[in-house]
Nanobody
Framework: QVQLVESGGGLVQAGGSLILSCAAS????????MGWYRQAPGKQRELVAN???????NYADSVKGRFTISRDSAKNTVYLRMNSLKPEDTAVYYC?????????????WGQGTQVTVSS
């Protein structure tokens, strides 16, 4: 069973920075993608950024140039560095991992970590 353990959320003033971390354990698939979604109150969950095991990155337009996703494959950990935070970045951030098998995909979610940006 794959487990995702998130850390790094909290309260920060607008313009500040935070780093989120997510460590995965229990996976045996080498082809995978890890990333972050977020959900603000009253809004749908949206993709923030993801990164594949091959190093390809994808960002939401709203965070391009401010957020950077990276991973340490040896530690099975993904990081999200968030700079120039805005009040509209306030949300619960969820770590995700997708493992790609031969004809199957497995998707996992973390428990979520709150990020609050004050104006």
């Amino acid at each position: 069973q794959v487990q995702l353990v998130e850390s790094g959320g909290g309260l920060v003033q607008a313009g500040g920075s935070l780093i989120l971390s997510c460590a995965a354990s229990g996976s045996i698939f080498s082809i995978n993608a890890m990333g972050w979604y977020r959900q603000a109150p009253g809004k749908q969950r949206e993709l923030v950024a993801n990164i594949t095991s091959g190093g390809s990155r994808n960002y939401a337009d709203s965070v391009k140039g401010r957020f950077t996703i990276s991973r340490d494959s040896a530690k099975n950990t993904v990081y999200l560095r968030m700079n120039s935070l805005k009040p509209e970045d306030t949300a619960v951030y969820y770590c995700t991992r997708v493992d790609y098998g031969l004809d199957v995909e497995y998707e996992y979610w973390g428990q979520g970590t709150q990020v609050t940006v004050s104006s």
